[in-house]
């Protein structure tokens, strides 16, 4: 255990939705409910460009600090002195613009997955961050589980052999036999203004589980890029509903398999009888990750020839505030980094998310999905009205 006072992060929330609202209730949460001691937490300022009024309900909302600075723009938010990072919490069609403008302004960045919209972006930031010597990290909170960290120690230690396939899946029941949604055509999950689709909402998590087993456990001196072979289908609006990825590393004889789609459920009626939502194939057996690929409800470590051992996996309540979602891992992580003086994260290192990027990227274009320009430059403009709002 840590000796001393912890040391604690100023954050800065960009945007008020609800992915801000989770990730700060975590934020807020007892450091000492999940056994942490030596990093902590607090929320310095809060940006909406629906005005500071937006903000301070947002505050309110959270019960955060009373002290906390209200802003009705990015810039400002950007430019205070009392923030040591900022968590952009935008969709993900702003976050190229929305990253860059907190990293020119220099600030540390925690930015939502999926990163950008295209590689491009995303190389551009890591770019930026590279230039103005800062910390910057895509929030894949699902890394920082400790059962994901003890999920790759196992496959480290060949627990389950040479592992040669992973299959992964994140999708959701919400067609209709008609072949329409369930939720209207101007839902963000599949509005292209917003860079909608199966795949960069939910499919980023189940690459997440391929790329953390199959690509981030490589050693060093042997990286490999996969290959890439997609199929698509679209919605209406022209937003991917059903994806599925191949992704092969032939140096390393493994193939991962990354499923998302809006029409069938990984789990549809919510009690885990569908069977995994990841396969981890050895050749000595193989780990199931049960429940939804964002956050396992428990694992199996599988023995070939018989053996199975179970465990929970279980998320830490701040009993004071009745709160606990598994966001404060990911928030721990960047803590330490700032402690540490480190300005990308072992467990998420910056060319790991551009290359993540670049598969989904391959995969949007060969289903020939396309987003506007404005979300997909990969230019900044500061005035950008991602940026700034719209008149």
């Known amino acids: 255990m840590a000796t001393g006072a912890p040391y604690t992060v100023k954050w800065g929330i960009m945007a008020t939705g609800w992915i801000a609202e989770v990730f700060s209730r975590d934020l807020l949460t007892n450091p000492a409910t999940r056994s942490v001691h030596d990093v902590a937490h607090t ?16 505050l309110k909302k959270i019960d955060g600090p009373a002290d906390a600075a209200t802003y009705g723009t990015y810039a400002e938010l950007v430019a205070d002195p009392n923030v040591d990072i900022i968590y952009v919490a935008t969709p993900h069609s702003h976050h190229f613009q929305n990253a860059m403008l907190a990293l020119e302004g220099g600030k540390n960045v925690l930015c939502e997955k999926a990163l950008t919209v295209t590689e491009a972006q995303a190389r551009k930031l890591v770019e930026k961050a590279r230039e103005k010597d800062l910390f910057f990290m895509e929030a894949v909170w699902t890394r ?42 101007t839902n963000r999950m599949i509005n292209t203004q917003l860079a909608g689709g199966a795949l960069l909402d939910l499919g980023i998590y189940s690459l997440t589980w391929v790329f953390q087993i199959l690509y981030h456990l490589q050693p060093p001196a042997e990286k490999e890029a996969p290959q890439v072979l997609a199929a698509v289908t679209k919605h209406t609006t022209g937003a991917d509903d059903l994806t599925s990825i191949i992704t092969h590393f032939p140096k390393h004889k493994s193939t991962g398999i990354a499923l998302t789609s809006l029409r069938v459920g990984t789990d549809p009626d919510g009690s885990n009888s569908g069977g995994p939502s990841i396969r981890i194939q050895g050749t000595k057996g193989e780990i199931a990750v049960i429940g939804p690929a964002y956050r396992p409800e428990k ?3 599988i023995k070939k020839g018989g053996g199975v051992e179970t465990f929970e996996c279980v998320v830490p309540k701040d009993e004071a505030r009745g709160w606990g979602h598994g966001m404060f891992w990911e928030a721990d992580e960047c803590a330490r980094c700032l402690r540490d ?5 072992d467990s998420m290192p910056w060319e790991e998310s551009v290359v993540i990027m670049g598969v989904m990227e391959k995969a949007l274009k060969a289903g020939e999905v396309e987003y506007p320009e404005l979300i997909t430059t990969d230019v900044f403009d500061p005035q950008s009205p991602l940026n700034v709002g719209k008149a």
Not at 157 to 165: D, L, N, Q, S, Y
């Open 43 to 58: 929320i310095t300022a809060v940006a909406s460009l629906q005005g500071p009024s937006r903000a301070a309900d947002f």
């Open 144 to 185: 920082y589980f400790p059962w994901s960290i003890r999920i790759r120690e196992l496959v480290k230690e060949g627990a389950i052999g040479k592992v040669h396939r992973v299959i992964a899946d994140l999708s959701i029941a919400e067609a209709n036999d008609d072949g329409s949604l369930t939720f209207p055509e």
């Open 299 to 301: 694992y199996q470590v």
């Open 341 to 345: 003086g480190k300005k990308q994260s």
